[in-house]
């Protein structure tokens, strides 16, 4: 395994030597989410031109909007996925949203004293390619293109921009693009999935899904994931319909396409230090 780690570790700093200082937002408040209810959970990146509002949000959801990657880039501890924050913020008035990461980079490192540095490895992915009878895809209507998942049949309509999954193991993405689509299964798979389709515009995806399949996939990814994994489907091809997990890759079979797994090298942002709970707003 090849491995090249970059000797600068990215901080937030303030104008010093020419450097322009980074707008910060003018009040923020950074707070626990409350409990879950009902067995769901909406996770939302809402906001107008003058604040953001996040609910539900993971410190690693943050941190990957803060620095523009995948959630898959991020490697930190583990409770940066389980912890779940309400985020609002006031953007400075006359400062564009394409500054928001910048401010937002500031702020995870003021309110949880946050360090990372970017790092280059090969790693097992699975690549998201095209079935050998084609795509199998359903493009979307035109209109808002607000980028949903939820429950089939649940009667809650997510604000523009959030996600939200229950137990019935059927997930439904609207208007998403493809590789928002390997976005969404990276969260539920033990590797990264990255899209090689090619393919671009808008879909409605919808994917039947057993819950514990999706249980066990995440757990995959601790200890002995990846020998087990490899034992399970081989390297060459998704798992035999009689693997336990095999309802993954036959949901994506359905749609036309194919998760591939192979080695590949992979950019990261890895979190040196945070604290879990952030200062006082």
Known sequence: MTRAVSSTILMVFS?????????????????????IEGGKMMIGFGGDAGRINYTNVSLKDVVARAYDVKNYQVSGPSWMDSERYNITAKIPEGVPQSK??????????ERFHMAVHKESKEQAIYALMVGKNGPRLKPSEEGDAPVVMVPQGSKVVPPKGAMMMDSTGRLTANRVTVTAFADMLSRLMDRPVVDM???????????EVAMEDLIGMKKMAGGAGGAAMAHMKGEDGP??????????FSAVQQLGLKLDPRKAPV??????????IATEN
């Open 15 to 35: 104008a010093a030597a020419g450097w322009p200082q980074t707008p910060a937002f003018e009040v923020a408040s950074v707070k626990p989410a409350g409990p």
């Open 100 to 109: 928001v990461p910048e401010m937002l980079q500031s702020l995870l490192a």
């Open 197 to 207: 389709t090619g393919i671009e515009g808008r879909y409605d995806v919808t994917l």
């Open 239 to 248: 798992a035999p319909d009689s693997a336990p997990h095999a309802s993954v």
């Open 267 to 276: 950019d990261f942002l890895v979190v040196d230090k945070a604290e879990r």
